[in-house]
Each structure stands twice: as structure tokens, then as C-alpha cells.
């Protein structure tokens, strides 16, 4: 009679204990049964938003005339020449120069990392221009940041070549 005591308790034991287990394991945690219910993101997906977020950052810093918070969005080996140009007389961030507006009008992969399509329209006085550009933004270690910047130049569309004679 005592065995069977001593089965009833070890197995009523061992439920009692299951569920600390289990939780243990992974199994049955409230937190762990959400995040396994959504899917990790897909690498082209974060690199969009992480490259979407330092380009508008950096839209946002031009904006602003906010220096140190555009040099934050660029990657460590573009600081030295953005020291030298940012405030100057063509920098991103002249004085003479108001950025009314700016958008982010495509993202793509490109050869060199995520190519971010923008318009900025920059006005100096009474004159205002809107110029494409794009930011190649890279991962850099964990991080993501600009590592270039170029007027980006229009594809045409509708021109088929003409033929040589």
C-alpha cells in the first residue's frame, strides 16, 4: 500500500512540476508564444525601414539646420568630409540655404547597399529648386548609416534610342 502512495505522490509531483518546466523550456511563457507567433522580419525588409529611418532623419536634420544630428546619420567614414563641407557654401546644411521641403520618393537595393530616392526642394531667397538625390545607405557593424550621397539623375522614360546611321 505504501508503493502505491508513493507512485500517486511522485506522479502527482511531477504534474505539479510540468508547467515551471515547460515554462522553462520555452513552452508556455506568454512572451515567448507572441514572439513566435510573429514572424522575424525579413533581412530586405529591415534594411528598408533601417535605411528609410537614416534618410529621413538626416531629411529632418537638413531641415532643422541641426549639424550634429545630420553627422550622426552618416557612417564614421564619411564625418571628416561632412565637417568640412556641411556648412559651406554648397553643404547640405549652408545657412543661406532652406529646405521647405523633402521627401523619400523610392527605396532599393543597389551594388553598394540600400539606395534611398529622394526630392529635396532647397530654397536660397526667393528661388526654389526641387533636386533628386540619392543615399546609399549601408549596415556598419550593427548599425545602419549613409555612406554616400549623389544628385541622382533621371531615367527617361518613353525615349526609345535612336538608330546609328
Known sequence: MHRTYRRLA??????????VALVGCGIGGGDEEE???????APAEEAATRSRERVQAYLDAMAAKD????????????????????????GDFADHFQVP??????????PLGQ???????????????SRPLVFTVTRDGSDWC????????????????TPAS
Open 67 to 90: 549639424v550634429a544630428a545630420g553627422r550622426s546619420q552618416l557612417c564614421a567614414l564619411l564625418h571628416d568630409g561632412f565637417d568640412l563641407g556641411a556648412t559651406g557654401p554648397n
Open 115 to 129: 539606395e534611398v530616392r529622394v526630392s529635396v526642394s532647397v530654397a536660397v531667397g526667393k528661388r526654389t529648386v
Open 101 to 110: 521641403e523633402a521627401s523619400i520618393t523610392d527605396i532599393r537595393s543597389g
Open 10 to 19: 511522485a506522479t502527482a509531483a511531477g504534474f505539479l512540476l510540468l508547467p
Open 35 to 41: 514572439s513566435a507567433a510573429k514572424p522575424a522580419r
Open 146 to 161: 549613409i555612406a554616400g550621397e549623389a544628385p541622382d539623375a533621371p531615367t527617361p522614360t518613353g525615349v526609345a534610342p
